[in-house]
């Protein structure tokens, strides 16, 4: 038997939040204060995977706490991850920002203007990616959706800064994006 659970919640802009179940989907507020469609709908699943029909990405439940160092060890384990039958990648800056929650300017289509489209941290970084105020995410200070596991720490993407060198990562403490050039992260595969 495959048991799902569904995990819902309401954000205002204000970062402050509330939980509710309505119907299975997750709805985050947008700027001008109305759900964001495209954050709906994050399933977890039995087998430890968690599945966003809005992104259309599987994610790990449980990712690698305290084990991944270097850019390299994230790609290895996410590619050897057997998870639920395999076929895992390390997320782009793209694919992760679509994880991010409760912080307007970081999250996908936020003011930070970041993206796989735009890598570059001369054209891209701006303030907007400084996120929001540490510890005030919906999950427990943590800005990433309630009922996936994980420290609340830098999180590696397979994206390269385009011009600088080094690779995008995300800060789930604060919502920020920024840039890595070899120091210790996490990694959180996707499917």
Aim: charged residues 15%; glycine residues 16%; contains cysteine.
């Amino acid at each position: 038997m495959n048991h799902r659970r569904v995990v819902a919640i309401l954000l205002p802009v204000s970062c402050a939040f509330a939980l509710a179940r309505c119907g299975g989907s997750e709805s985050v507020a947008d700027d001008a204060g109305g759900v964001d469609a495209s954050r709906e709908s994050l399933v977890i699943d039995a087998d430890g995977t968690a599945t966003d029909s809005a992104s259309g990405l599987t994610w790990q439940v449980t990712p690698a706490n305290g084990i991944i160092v270097a850019y390299s060890d994230a790609v290895s384990y996410c590619q050897s991850l057997t998870l639920a039958g395999g076929g895992w990648h390390l997320p782009t800056v793209s694919e992760l920002r679509t994880l991010i929650r409760g912080c307007a300017a970081t999250q996908t289509n936020g003011a930070c203007g970041v993206r796989d489209t735009c890598p570059s941290a001369a054209g891209c970084l701006s303030d907007a990616c400084k996120g929001c105020n540490a510890g005030n995410g919906p999950d427990h200070g943590f800005y990433g959706p309630v009922g996936l596991g994980g420290d609340s720490g830098w999180y590696w993407t397979a994206t390269d800064v385009a011009g600088v060198g080094g690779k995008w990562v995300v800060d789930f403490d604060t919502g920020r994006i920024y840039t890595s050039v070899g120091y210790g992260d996490l990694a959180r595969c996707a499917r």
